[in-house]
């Protein structure tokens, strides 16, 4: 099972209070509701592609609103491989004049209004049923994080993204072929969401993928940094040690000045170290990095000159 679906899952398991039962359906029915007409009867559909989300439909339905429902099973179109379960709220008769029943009245209070979603525990109940009804979450282990919950129109789009932003999560909107999509992409913002609709298991999972993530990525980091050092210290050794072995055939150590003859001959001596360590080793005592840094260029200077004179010493 899927991260996505091991978090939706988690979520229609949550015992929830009345007031937010009804925020959580107003959610679902508006995210994929649809009213339609069959036989003469007008009804709401709410269609899912998961059997736990429709028995939450289903509960929430006889729970919170006391609607009678019905449950019906059909095969996806497409490949028929996935099941589709539609919780169908029947409303009243086209045909026989009587005026629709108690469920049309108890619908029409599940639409986005304010006194739904006045108390916070309602909007996180709100964002719940949303998330249920067209969220996805990537899988904390792939590269990037990613957290979305598709919309039919902009508004809607703007209005959950308003509600979460409530939260500080940092929700945006984007239009994405016929549809608006919420996102987040922040593994921080996302364990903020998850936390706000109540999925604390798929919360502590996400988090400890996320944390032994960015432990490696932070010792991948360290390591590169040394190696980059290793290499960039390796390679001024080794043009060192080609500019002390050019005057020492051409000029003679001896010639040089003693300071300089210390440190061409420490570095003979110690090509693996670095100038803070070669410092350490020299007759004189201990020399600042810097130190040993300005009199190895004064004998790289001696080795250009020497090349420049003696084409033939070109190295």
């Known amino acids: 099972m899927s991260f996505a679906a091991e978090t939706k899952k988690e979520l229609t398991q949550i015992k929830s209070k009345p007031c937010c039962q009804l925020a959580e359906l107003s959610a679902l029915a508006r995210m994929n509701g649809t009213l339609r007409i069959a036989g003469g009867r007008r009804m709401l559909d709410i269609q899912t592609e998961n ?4 028995r939450r439909i289903y509960t929430l339905l006889k729970q919170s609103c006391r609607m009678q429902a019905e449950v019906v099973v059909r095969k996806k179109a497409q490949l028929k491989k996935n099941n589709v379960y539609i919780v169908r709220i029947p409303i009243s008769r086209e045909n026989d004049g009587t005026q629709p029943n108690r469920n049309w009245q108890r619908l029409k209070e599940l639409a986005m209004h304010p006194h739904l979603i006045r108390k916070n525990c309602c909007k996180r109940a709100f964002l719940r049923g949303a998330f249920l009804a067209g969220g996805s979450v990537n899988s904390p282990e792939r590269n990037s994080y990613h957290l979305e919950i598709s919309c039919f129109s902009e508004q809607l789009c703007r209005q959950l993204s308003d509600l979460a932003n409530q939260f500080d999560v940092n929700a945006k909107c984007i239009e994405r072929k016929n549809n608006y999509v919420l996102y987040m992409k922040e593994g921080e913002r ?3 969401f998850l936390n706000v609709i109540g999925a604390h298991q798929a919360l502590l999972h996400f988090e400890d993928v996320r944390i032994v993530k960015d432990m490696r990525n932070s010792v991948n980091r360290l390591v590169n940094c040394e190696t980059a050092n290793l290499n960039k210290t390796i390679q001024a050794s080794m043009k060192q040690l080609a500019n002390i072995r050019l005057i020492q055939e051409v000029v003679g150590l001896e010639n040089l000045p003693p300071k300089l003859r210390e440190v061409a001959e ?16 020299l007759p004189g005592g201990a020399m600042s990095k810097s130190g040993v840094n300005h009199r190895l260029r004064k004998i790289d ?5 020497i090349r420049q004179n003696c084409p033939d010493h070109m190295v």
């Open 190 to 192: 996302i364990t903020a």
């Open 51 to 54: 059997a736990a989300i429709a």
């Open 301 to 305: 200077e001696i080795a250009d000159r």
């Open 266 to 281: 420490a570095r003979l001596a110690h090509p693996d170290l670095s100038l803070t360590e070669l410092g350490q080793h």
